[in-house]
């Protein structure tokens, strides 16, 4: 018999996980680029990658405090956003995704190599740099919570970090697209040279949008790595379009649809891998090995997306009379 | 081109604007904007070449000449949203060449666009805010704390509530821009450029595909840019327009300016009438029936 109970406390639990709140930071820095000021940022993986290492390196190799390596990683992220920006935010929207794909895989691509095994730890990654972050911990040594949410001081900890930045960016978001400058980003969107004739300087307008949401990639990067060990091939370009699966899920030009977004990819993700991996072990599922069923959720979740998405478009926070004008 | 799009009350012409014959690139008593050996090419074709052109101030300039005479590239290139191949020119006696598009608008030189660039997924309110000037709160840091600009916001506000009462859209102050009918929109263009003060104001085609019953107020809100004080450039095909609201017409044909003049004279003038028949012959006839018949229409109306 399969265990109900299991399966939707499993799923409970992705609710609060810094993983999701990891991905709905990644995915508001997606909201900022793509949702506000319509650049086609495909490159998120790479921000993230920029934040993982820059941490990890900076605490392993250097010694970096923890605040110290969180500069790291930020600077990391704005020296790549200036990288990909200054050549292409002058051209059409199309170079600019070509641009970041291709430099999110370099970026992969470089931490992988054995050349800078001493820094990267090369295929292997890295791990033992929440030391830092861990000595941070107000909480006192033992189990907190109930039912499914019950964990040790290093989780809680962990989560309270986590989506306090996750608020905090919201909030943050929140105020600039209500300003006079979420303003310009957003004609940026819908025109950009009808901004550039009412006196805007666009380019280093979508450059401020690239560096931004970057930064916010970055950090989700390291948040992401908090409760697990930084792995090289966790950032390839699969990542990113999980990324843009949550926003368009969300809401592309929302707050909060980054966030619920990613609660819903997380649960669904969880519930279809709890279901499958069980109901294949209770003989439901015949011809599908626990092999085959660990690939099976994604094509599940990839599924309920693409429903989500063909019956509500505008994503679950989006708004519908937007759509009805979209050329 | 019927009578009724003529307003009512007879505008008053701003005259004696040149200096000597009224001839291409003939001098101004007190030019705005000063264009000298401006070309731009594309491939071979010399879309634009003009030796020199001066923009009388506070005068209503048309600017026709038959389609593809180079009129919305010279526009593009006086407002930094191209390069010219060669060329030099002055607003209000400072260079402007090469200077982006941007900087140009916050000099004061703004443009609107042949077709109409909306900004559709903004409200028509924040269309018109977008376009104030020196706004503390587009500065990202300073849009963080609203007290840095939720004054300036409020009197800008103001402003552009005026503005949209004038041109009869405020009461669509909160729908979305794409929304409006293409009349409005263009309504709604020039009313977000008059929220930058501009000093010289360039329109691209503003009656193009616009309703007949907003022509009129299109012509009365171009005739009270003037008497505001500022300068009007537009580019326009509808040849009653142009006599009754332009003091000086510039003619354009092959990327050249072919006759500049007072609007009465500069109709009868033979290379204007041969720059419209030029183009008349070279085109395959009933290629395209309307753009046809509105040249015959303005052939008619240059010989009448
Ligand atoms: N971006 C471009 N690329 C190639 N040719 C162009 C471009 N823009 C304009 N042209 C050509 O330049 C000439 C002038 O065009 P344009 O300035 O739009 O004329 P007008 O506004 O007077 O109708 C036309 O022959 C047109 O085809
Ligand atoms: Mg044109």
Redesign the interface.
């Known amino acids: 018999m399969i265990d109900w109970g299991a399966i939707f406390s499993n799923a409970a639990v992705e609710l609060i996980s810094p993983t999701t709140a990891a991905y709905a930071l990644a995915a508001l820095g997606l909201a900022i680029h793509f949702g506000y000021t319509g650049l086609l940022n495909f490159g998120q993986a790479g921000f993230m990658a920029l934040g993982a290492y820059g941490f990890a390196i900076s605490t392993l190799s250097f010694g970096f405090p923890v605040w110290g390596a969180v500069l790291v990683g930020i600077g990391a992220s704005v020296i790549f956003a200036l990288i990909l920006g200054i050549p292409t935010l002058r051209l059409r929207a199309d170079y600019l995704a070509i641009v970041t794909i291709a430099a999110a895989e370099i970026v992969r691509l470089l931490f992988t190599t054995n050349t800078f095994q001493s820094f990267t730890g090369s295929a292997n990654g890295l791990s033992g740099y929440k030391g830092g972050f861990a000595g941070l911990n107000p909480i006192p040594e033992g189990r907190y919570g109930f039912g499914p949410f019950e964990y040790n001081e290093y989780d809680w900890w962990l989560r309270i970090v986590a989506w306090s930045i996750v608020a905090l960016a919201c909030l943050f978001t929140w105020q600039i697209m209500r300003s006079p400058w979420g303003r310009v980003i957003k004609g940026i969107r819908e025109d950009e040279d009808a901004v550039r004739a009412l006196g805007k300087n666009v380019y280093s307008y979508k450059m401020q949008s690239l560096i931004l949401g970057g930064a916010f990639g970055t950090i989700a990067g390291m948040i992401f790595v908090l409760p697990r060990a930084v792995v090289p091939s966790n950032y390839q370009t699969s990542l990113t379009f999980f990324i843009y699966a949550i926003l368009l899920l969300g809401g592309a030009s929302t707050i909060l649809g980054p966030v619920i977004g990613s609660m819903v990819f997380w649960v669904l993700l969880s519930f279809f891998s709890g279901f499958i991996a069980r109901a294949v072990e209770a003989g439901w599922i015949p011809f599908i090995t626990s092999i085959q069923a660990g690939q099976l959720r994604f094509i599940l979740v990839g599924v309920a997306i693409m429903l989500i998405v063909i019956f509500r478009p505008q994503g679950i926070f989006g708004n519908k009379k937007e759509l009805a004008f979209v050329k | 081109m019927s009578n009724n799009t003529v307003p009512s009350n007879k505008p008053v012409k701003s005259t004696d604007l040149h200096i000597g014959e009224a001839a291409p690139g003939c001098k101004k008593r007190d030019p705005i904007l000063v264009a000298d050996g401006v070309s731009r090419t594309f491939g071979g074709l010399k879309a634009v070449d003009v030796d020199h052109v001066e923009i009388p101030r506070g005068a209503i300039t048309a600017l026709i000449g038959p389609n593809g005479a180079g009129k919305t590239t010279l526009f593009n290139l006086l407002?930094g949203?191209d390069k010219p191949d060669t060329g030099s020119w002055t607003f209000e006696g400072r260079p402007l060449s090469g200077m982006?598009?941007?900087?140009v608008?916050?000099m004061g030189q703004?443009?609107?666009?042949q077709l109409t660039?909306?900004?559709?997924?903004?409200t028509v309110m924040?269309n018109m805010?977008?376009?104030a000037?020196g706004?503390?709160?587009?500065?990202?840091f300073r849009?963080?704390f609203?007290f840095f600009?939720s004054k300036q916001?409020e009197a800008n506000r103001v402003r552009a509530l005026d503005i949209l009462e004038r041109f009869k859209l405020d009461s669509k102050k909160d729908d979305?821009a794409?929304?409006l009918s293409g009349g409005q929109r263009k309504l709604l263009?020039m009313a977000?450029?008059l929220?930058?003060e501009p000093s010289l104001v360039m329109l691209d085609e503003p009656m193009a595909g616009v309703n007949p019953a907003l022509t009129q107020s299109l012509l009365d809100h171009i005739l009270n840019l003037k008497a505001e004080g500022m300068t009007v450039l537009f580019v326009e095909h509808d040849m009653h327009m142009v006599r009754h609201i332009a003091d000086w017409v510039i003619v354009m044909a092959e990327g050249r300016v072919v006759a500049e003049g007072d609007p009465h004279e500069v109709m009868r003038n033979p290379a204007v009438i041969d720059a419209y028949l030029g183009q008349h012959h070279d085109e395959d006839l009933g290629e395209d029936p309307a753009a046809e018949e509105e040249r015959v229409e303005a052939i008619k109306e240059l010989l009448d």
């Open positions: 407002t949203f982006p598009a941007f900087k608008a916050r703004v443009r609107t666009f660039k909306a900004l559709g997924l903004l924040d805010l977008l376009g000037k706004q503390a709160g587009e500065n990202l849009a963080v609203p600009w916001e979305y794409a929304s263009e977000r450029a929220m930058s």
